[in-house]
């Protein structure tokens, strides 16, 4: 009979398939790297959105507020919501538009600070603020389109649209800020003209956005870099950089790549659940998209584009086993995929294979799968479903090992891992 030992570590059971793992040291020395460029004056935003890029938000936000952020960044009132609701007090900007009585009375109500990209959203936060029972003054930030096309009045516009928020009751300008459009692009053309036209329009509402460290400035605060621009020049960092892609590890462009040491902080593994031979001539998976030449040895592994990765990957991903890099075959499926191991000697079932991270000297990059399909880091990144359960390895210093409050994120010891 199977005997069930309920004190068996949850954090081994969640990695019996495949799983995500998030190593929290590598977090917090990102996170140090970055603060690095800053200068002491400007804020560091950690985005957490999409789940913190698909890492599990609260683990994620409690480690980098612990390793010298001090904003959090997300696209929906929701992900706010989850972030107070696991104890998480810093500031949090909600990046995306929100406009609904409903929804302002939740920005209120969790203490998260909105974005109002046109006049007829400050009118109606206004009025809402005014009909509610909140007695301070809900701290707003102004976004501006400077050329990225997105949210945002247009910059030519700031001075009306600033004005008219100063002029409503029940409502503060925190910040006014804006986006960049090509800030990984090596030529930076564009992008310093999307900062010129910020730098002219906060002027001309009276403002100057060059921080002098000898004044200490209240409000509003100015804020325009993304990853790309944190790492371009400190001339784009004023009061606060919002940073995504960096703090999970990766790089925005090859030719920003020397400017501070990242580590990746994902890494997906799975186990292999059957090893067998196929015969000269056999077909493998849905479609026979490949066919054996030769006699191979093939390892079946419990994961497919139900847990995220890409179908379009099929015939050209490359996985790590026992540290060397070997070819998945045929069609990715739902569920599962196969890996020829003809290289690997008596591969067991049960073995553990790497998808993205490292093993041994051998490292696959979220940026390697982005190159094959067409695509850019973040879509990979964000791409993991939930199936996979995201297990925190690592210790940065002073960070709690924890099960509460953490979506489907399992804080594993080091040592279950070997
Ligand atoms: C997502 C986002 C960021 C972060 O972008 P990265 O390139 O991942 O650093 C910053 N600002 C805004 C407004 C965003 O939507």
Known sequence: MLSWDQSSSIALMQRERAWVEIDLTALAHNIRQIRGLLSPHTDLMAVVKADAYGHGAVTVAQTVLQAGATWLGV????????????????????????????????????????????????LVFSEAIGKSSQRQPLPVHIKLDTGMSRLGTPWQKAVEFVQLVQRLPGLTIASIYSHLATADDPDPTIMRQQQHRYEQAIQACGFSPILNPAIHRPFPRFHLANSAATLTDASLHYDMVRTGLVIYGLYPSGHLADRVDLKPVMQVKARVSQVKTLQPGTGVSYGYKFVAERETQIAVVGIGYADGVPRNLSNQLTVLVRGQRVPQIGAITMDQIMLDVSTIPALQEGEVVTLLGQDGNQQILADDWAQTLGTISWEILCGFKHRLPRVAVGKPYGIRQSLSGARHVFHAQQSDLE
Do not use: Y
Request: hydrophobic fraction near 40%; proline fraction near 8%.
């Open 75 to 122: 696209a929906t009132i929701p992900e706010g919501i989850e972030l107070r609701e696991a104890g998480i007090e810093s500031p949090i900007l909600v990046m995306g538009a929100t406009h609904t009585a409903e929804q302002i009375c939740a920005i209120a109500h969790w203490g998260l600070q909105p974005t109002l990209c046109t006049p007829k959203q400050a």
